[in-house]
């Protein structure tokens, strides 16, 4: 079953997204933004801190 194969690994990038609370951010041609288009790679721009306010 090729689609709740698919559905299982969505649910788990999700939880895993949600517990990561990034606190820096990325420009959007950094390598961290590749995906999926391509493989994502080890940050290059250097990031930014996200302040916990902003939302
Ligand atoms: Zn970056």
Redesign the pocket.
Known sequence: MPRLAAALILAGVALAALRRRPL????SD????SEPAFPAGP?????FPISRTVH
């Open positions: 820096v951010g990325h420009w950094c390598a961290v933004h940050c290059d721009c250097g990031g």
